[in-house]
């Protein structure tokens, strides 16, 4: 399964309570890509003394070295005997969607980001199962309905789970999410979700000049606000 979500959202304290609950029946592997410093990995190792390991992407995406290194990273997990894998997006780009066909996809983002924060995140939302809405003590009931509607308003029938994931409360609707999730095809054939961004830009190859006059392909001028590029 593949849990993303913009930083500081609070994927690594969802992702400790659904290895309490899954380490019940399954041993579970534990992946964290992120681009130049990460940390969870230990931090896990430690608490539950399950196989987990990081992986950098350095100058690539993050969300394009997730799709890259997924076959090798199921058959590491294979090869330590555990039968779940969790792998955590770092989480940086809000248009690459990380979810794979086949496996489940799981949205964390915190409550405190603003009503307007599903708007902006919203391949990530879409393509993913379940969002997973964290750190909702703080914040009134009111607005958790209006973060909630927001939600609605990218995806009317996504399922939505709202938690104070440190103390873990309200996760049972998710657990059961996990429990009846499908067991994940042959990692050959597993695909990314949703269409990523075009890769091929003149920037993405590296060329630094500024100014659309000196690109090619799909370009950006200032006056194109109502012409975005959409892919499919």
């Known amino acids: 399964m593949v849990v993303a979500g913009p930083p500081s959202s609070g994927k690594t304290a969802v992702i400790k309570q ?3 609950h899954l380490g019940e029946r399954d041993r579970v592997a ?13 931090e896990i190792r430690k608490e539950f ?13 993050p969300d394009h070295m997730g799709i890259m290194i997924t076959e090798d990273a199921v058959s590491w997990a294979e090869r ?5 894998l969790i792998i955590e997006s770092a989480g940086l780009c809000l248009r690459c969607t990380p979810y794979l066909s086949g496996a489940l996809g799981i949205c964390v983002i915190s409550s405190l980001a603003g009503t307007h ?16 809405v964290t750190k909702t003590d703080l914040i009134s009931q009111a607005e958790k309905e209006v973060f909630r509607e927001s939600i609605r ?12 994931a440190i103390q873990g409360t309200g996760l049972k609707y998710l657990y059961r ?17 949703g269409t990523p961004p075009l890769g091929v830009c003149t ?23 109502d012409n975005i590029f959409n892919g499919e």
Do not use: Q
């Open 177 to 193: 999410i996990l429990d009846s999730a499908p067991v994940c095809g042959d990692a050959g054939s597993l695909e990314l979700r």
């Open 49 to 61: 003394g399950i196989p987990a390991r990081k992986v950098y992407s350095g100058d690539m995406c």
């Open 80 to 84: 330590e005997g555990a039968s779940v």
């Open 153 to 164: 308003r990218v995806s009317k029938d996504m399922d939505i789970v709202e938690t104070n």
């Open 203 to 225: 920037v993405c190859v590296g060329k630094k000049k500024a100014g659309w006059r000196n690109h090619f392909g799909v370009i950006r001028r200032l006056e194109d606000d």
């Open 30 to 42: 534990y992946l964290k890509i992120d681009v130049v410093a990460a940390f969870e990995d230990e």
């Open 117 to 132: 924060a599903p708007l902006k995140m919203a391949p990530m939302i879409t393509f993913s199962d379940v969002c997973v």
């Open 18 to 20: 659904m290895i309490r």
